[in-house]
């Protein structure tokens, strides 16, 4: 018998998702639908009389070309990082009158199985992404009423009422948002165990995703239109300009509707498939490229309002009362601009599966807790909100001093 060998398929470069599980999923189905393609390719051809022997066969792992009767063929493990130990062992089948061959040797000893051969490992990594949801709900649930907390502040006090405040309001809704995304993206995606969230293809999910990435966008838009407001105060001399609100609101939520507008265009039009999660398309570059644009123009306004603010502190003739504002003016923005920036930049110039595990910490568990951090800056820690907590709150005092002293005296009286 004659043996014919097969090099291994090689992965496709759009296989790597999200997730490395997924990432084996999608392989082997793309593999799956180029053998039958091929198969029905084949069964439209006539065969040629006399002709005997095995037709191409998918068994799941590999597909076996055409073979006559009475010869073997083998073919290599399949090439797949992390999944097999000996890529490069071989797998035989025999095309006999009774058909094809069982493999031999069978895949998990010629190839090692390493997803198959350590259930502690599987264990061990399942408890690591519990852990991690538990931190990141955690992180997200603590943020969004912080958040809410301070919109509430900043809406009740009339005096506080400004544009420099209303753009902390958007801000501060914008993670809101952001953190419900990302409940509804868990809850669409890994409510039911059952469901194999690799190949889901739903509207609902990709409504979920859709939605996911234009709070993200959204997120770093509100950043830059903070940083915008901070060099127009800047430049303006502290005068309020109310005609901006509207261009501000443009930037922060406009931009990034028509960002995801053309995404989920595109990707309904060439790359419609699965549930949009998958950061290995290039179409991907259409959510990513806005959004480092916006951390550049904020790093380069990061720059400048360092050097304004550089330039106006060592003015002999400015107050020292006029110092301390801008200094109060410019901590909380500047501190926010290279603290979101940075890690998304870094993460963005390395490839998906480098660094995983640190990335998913970094945007989950670290990321969750932005939302708090931001509330604590603009609000909590903000000497005029809490200059008039204390005020409303020694007026409320007052008042029910008063309402107590008119209750006794009217008990003596009567």
């Not at 390493?114 to 519990?130: C, G, P």
């Not at 820690?381 to 006794?408: H, P, T, Y």
Request: aromatic share 14%; net charge positive; hydrophobic share 45%.
């Amino acid at each position: 018998n004659s043996v014919i060998l097969l090099p291994a398929l090689s992965p496709s470069p759009k296989v790597q998702g999200t997730h490395p599980d997924c990432s084996v999923v999608l392989h082997f189905q793309e593999r799956e639908v180029e053998c039958l393609e091929r198969i029905h390719s084949e069964s439209q051809t006539l065969a040629l009389p006399g002709q005997e022997g095995c037709p191409t066969e998918w068994d799941g792992v590999s597909c076996w070309p055409a073979l006559p009767l009475g010869q073997s063929r083998a073919v290599a493990c399949p090439d797949i990082l992390n999944v097999f130990k000996k890529p490069k062992g071989l797998i035989q089948r025999n095309c006999t009158k009774w058909g094809w061959s069982l493999p031999s040797p069978p895949y998990h000893s010629a190839c090692q199985l390493d997803t198959l051969s350590s259930s502690n490992d599987t264990e061990a990594k399942a408890r690591h992404f519990v852990t991690m949801k538990v931190l990141y709900t955690c992180g997200y649930s603590t943020s969004m009423a912080a958040l809410l907390v301070a919109i509430g502040i900043f809406s009740c006090f009339r005096k506080l009422h400004c544009t420099r405040n209303s753009i902390h309001i958007h801000f501060f809704t914008s993670f809101i948002l952001r953190g419900t995304a990302v409940f509804i993206k868990d809850s669409v995606l890994f409510s039911d165990e059952s469901i194999d969230h690799c190949t889901m293809s739903t509207v609902t999910c990709k409504a979920a995703i859709t939605f996911f990435q234009y709070s993200v966008l959204a997120n770093f838009y509100w950043l830059l239109v903070e940083g915008l407001y901070l060099q127009t105060l800047l430049l303006l001399t502290f005068t309020c300009d109310r005609s901006y609100t509207w261009g501000y609101i443009l930037i922060g939520w406009g931009v990034p509707m028509v960002t995801v507008g053309v995404w989920v265009l595109t990707r309904l039009q060439y790359d419609n498939h699965g549930c949009w999660d998958d950061y290995s398309s290039l179409y991907w570059w259409v959510i990513k490229a806005p959004i480092l644009l916006a951390i550049f123009v904020n790093f380069l306004i990061f720059l400048n309002v360092t050097r304004m603010l550089a330039q106006k502190i060592r003015c002999p003739d400015l107050s020292k009362t006029h110092k301390q504002q801008y200094m109060r003016l410019t901590k909380s923005t500047l501190l926010l601009i290279p603290l979101f920036g940075v890690h998304y930049v870094v993460f963005a110039l390395f490839p998906k599966h480098v660094g995983v595990d640190a990335r998913l910490y970094f945007e989950l568990v670290l990321g969750s807790y932005q939302g708090f951090l931001v509330a604590l800056l603009y609000c909590f820690l903000n000497g005029e909100v809490q200059a008039e907590i204390r005020r409303n709150w020694g007026k409320w005092q007052r008042s029910m001093e008063s309402n107590v002293f008119n209750l006794v005296t009217q008990d003596f009286t009567a």
